[in-house]
């Protein structure tokens, strides 16, 4: 069984509008929620092997923050094609991971991950993700998702959870 978790980087500060997006930190909030998202994952045990994170400041820091919490260090790749990624994008880029890797973390931005989860999530998927999925994938959220077989043929798996800052904080 594989398991792709897909996390949307934490809440930005608008501080400085004169920021390009690129460059855009973290606010004091996004601070708070990644780091619990980086205890939940650890305390669940959902544990990636191999971290594709978009190379934007604020996603950078969101995976610092939560790998933080992890009792084990994954592999890291910033991938380029992630940042204004469509679903497709991400999809493409998730299917090129080697066949060993039994959990993956794809850490970029909306709507590509929130329209990649909501298009994996196919039969029996679990009802309370799904009606939190369609509600709302706000910053931090994560989508984790199960499937059979290899990374490349990727096209359908079951959503089982779908998890918020505000409902574990």
Same mark, same amino acid.
């Given at each position: 069984m594989?398991?792709? @978790?897909?996390?949307?980087?934490a809440k930005s500060s608008w501080d400085?509008?004169?920021?390009?997006d690129f460059d855009r930190p973290l606010a004091e909030r996004g601070v708070k929620a990644a780091?619990?998202?980086?205890? $939940?994952?650890?305390?669940?045990?959902? @544990?990636p092997e191999l971290a594709l994170v978009s190379p934007t400041l604020r996603t950078r820091d969101t995976w610092r923050l939560v790998a933080a919490e992890l009792p084990v260090l994954p592999e890291i790749t910033f991938v380029e094609a992630l940042y204004d990624a469509s679903a497709a994008?991400?999809?493409?880029?998730?299917?090129?991971?080697?066949?060993?890797?039994?959990?993956?973390?794809?850490i970029?931005?909306?709507p590509g991950l929130e329209d990649l989860a909501k298009q994996l999530a196919g039969p029996g998927s679990e009802a309370k993700a799904r009606k939190r999925l369609d509600e709302k994938f706000p910053t931090a959220a994560l989508a984790r998702v199960v499937? $059979?077989?290899?990374?490349?043929?990727?096209s359908s798996a079951q959503l089982t959870h779908c998890l918020r800052?505000?409902?574990?904080?």
């Open positions: 594989k398991q792709l @978790l897909l996390l949307r980087h400085d509008p004169g920021l390009d780091r619990l998202m980086g205890r $939940e994952l650890a305390a669940r045990d959902w @544990l994008d991400i999809l493409s880029q998730i299917r090129k991971t080697d066949g060993s890797r039994r959990c993956l973390v794809v970029g931005h909306n499937f $059979e077989g290899d990374w490349s043929g990727l800052p505000k409902d574990l904080g």
